[in-house]
């Protein structure tokens, strides 16, 4: 069992930066293909970005590519998501995800572990 607890969501105004965090349990972290999804007021949960289990490959939403980077350290159990660059459609709440197999996922569904989600509010 994985547990998942991201942090570093709040209120930011547009144009600026937040760094998300994801700390997970467990040793086999470092097996495991992690990936951001969002959900805002009304909408469906969406991908954001995605991360192989070794860090070394990454794909990223068309909404958020070249605004946001995923990262992870498997040394600190923890996965990264940095934003720059935030709009006011970027407000969601922001979860993280873990995947018991494969190598880089972008379906809600391929995934099996879930964070409880940071709340993220850009103001115009």
């Known amino acids: 069992q994985v547990q998942l607890v991201e942090s570093g969501g709040g209120l930011v105004q547009a144009g600026g930066s937040l760094r998300l965090s994801c700390a997970a349990s467990?040793?086999?972290?470092?097996?495991?293909?992690m990936g951001w999804f969002r959900q805002a007021p009304g909408k469906e949960r969406e991908f954001v970005a995605a991360?192989?289990?070794?860090?070394?490959?990454?794909v990223y939403a068309d909404s958020v590519k070249g605004r946001c980077t995923i990262s992870r350290d498997n040394a600190k159990n923890t996965e990264y998501l940095q934003m720059n660059i935030l709009k006011p459609e970027d407000t969601a709440v922001y979860y993280c995800?873990?995947?018991?197999?494969?190598?880089?996922?972008?379906?809600?569904?391929?995934?099996?572990?879930w964070g409880q989600g940071t709340q993220v509010t850009v103001s115009s």
């Open positions: 991360v192989s289990w070794s860090g070394g490959r990454t």
């Open positions: 467990g040793r086999t972290f470092g097996t495991y293909p």
């Open positions: 995800a873990a995947a018991r197999t494969g190598y880089l996922h972008v379906r809600a569904e391929e995934y099996d572990y």
